[in-house]
């Protein structure tokens, strides 16, 4: 059975940096929202780089609206082995990523979240700049510590202290 993504690009008033994911996770669903694993560290590190809290719902979207932060995923539609992993997701096909960014022009940055969605954006988009590359928040990606996540993050996303 294809699942279809189920919500829409959170879009702040001025975005500057899109963070693509690959998929919804199946906690994110349930939460209706972006990173919605309690174990995933997405919030953790956008709190920690901006001196934010990003404990509810409210938190975060004051952070990505107060840093100029998009969040979306490449794959709009796929069929999904058991599970949230990145490798369950099988015939995916992409969200309009080009014409988002092509409507908002304020859109600087695009930041991907795993190697997965590195590879499906450079398949689907080979067209559009390469991505920024970041680790993994999710805590199936154990090879890096948060510190070392961290670490990477914030070399990575530095410019967000430039406001």
């Known amino acids: 059975m294809r699942e279809v993504h189920p919500f829409a690009p959170y879009l702040p008033p001025s975005p500057r940096l899109l963070i693509l994911g690959t998929f919804p996770s199946l906690a994110s669903i349930e939460d209706a929202f972006y990173y919605g ?31 100029g932060i998009a969040l979306w995923d490449i794959v709009r539609e796929c069929r999904r082995s058991e599970g949230s992993l990145d490798a369950g997701l099988k015939e995916p096909y992409p969200n309009a990523i080009d014409r988002l960014l092509a409507d908002y022009p304020s859109i600087r940055v695009v930041a991907v979240t795993s190697q997965t969605a590195k590879r499906l954006y450079r398949r689907f988009f080979p067209h559009l700049q390469p991505p920024l590359p970041l680790p993994s928040p999710s805590p199936a990606y154990a090879v890096l510590s948060f510190e070392a996540k961290l670490a990477a993050w914030q070399r990575a996303l530095s410019f967000l202290k430039d406001e």
């Open 37 to 67: 694993h309690p174990r995933n560290q997405f919030w953790k590190l956008l709190s920690a780089i901006t001196g934010t809290p990003a404990q509810t719902r409210a938190d975060k979207e004051r952070l990505l609206d107060a840093h």
